[in-house]
């Protein structure tokens, strides 16, 4: 870790390593499970984002790394296929130090995000090329992946938070890029970024599970019941009322699985696992184009087409095909 001497110069210092859920593999070895943009990769050093001392010393240090973000787009290379991550001198000089975000310390190194603007030719085409994370995530090494995802979020955070939401003043980046505080001295609001509680939920009934689709999905496609948290609403009961809504079916017990941020833009996947206390569907709300009950005798069959294993979703359904393996 680095932090700043009295000289003014970084020096290291020890920090919490990355925290993960383990389990096994299927030869019972252990192993790091983490969902793909999950996993505390980078220290964010909260103590650090208003010091700005340490923060401009960080900025023009040899040991700072820059993930660049064209649009909503993050820049990779190689093979196999790893994030491009800058030095400073690399930063186009049209980028002002205010607005680099500060991330935290990426193994040991000090890591900020910016932002380009999608208008006009791709920048920094000799080091790759532009990916949209959404189909990127897995093709990334996971701490790579949670530092894009990182920088991606914050990035489409500060575009969508210009003004000031109470007087319409314009906001100006605070905290190292963590926080917004409105230009206006009588007004001085501070802007945090935001994020979108949304549960995912596998029910169960026995040996069969409850999937849907919508009708903008691929032919055959298929995945778990998810929906936003509303205002004062228990994670619980957000859980039931969604899978009611969207199915007519009722749930009893939920238990919670895992978690994953999903920044498309500012989402953060709640996964539960459920066990329904009916079976009749209805199309409640019409959200969905089609809701099945499939066994796991279907489902290992090829039909219907899983989630992209990108997702919470097809760990949710994975783990609950594993059960009767593990379970026999």
Known sequence: MFSLAVSGKLRRTPHPRPVCFTGTDGAGARMENYNVFAGAFVYRSGERRKDREWLASAIRSDHSRFVPVWGNKCLVGGDPLRAVLLRKLQVPDFVDDQHLIFLGLFHDQPAFAFSLSADGSAPFAELGEWRDLRFLGSELPPDEANLAAHARALVLWHASQLYCGVCGSPAQPEAGGNSRVCGNERCGREIFPRVD????????????????????????????????????????????????????????????????????????????????????IVLNDRELEDVQWFTRKQLRSGFPKLPFRISIARRLVDDWLQMDIDDG
């Open 197 to 280: 509680p949304a549960i995912i939920v596998l029910v169960a009934d026995q040996d069969r599970c409850l999937l849907g689709r919508k009708s903008s999905w691929p032919e055959g496609r298929y995945s778990t019941i998810a929906g936003f948290v509303e205002p004062g609403e228990s994670l619980e009961d957000s859980v039931r009322r969604e899978v009611y809504e969207e199915t007519n079916v009722r749930v009893g017990e939920v238990r919670y699985h895992s978690s994953q941020p999903w920044p498309f833009p500012s989402s953060l996947m709640l996964g539960f696992v459920a066990e329904a206390t009916s079976s009749d």
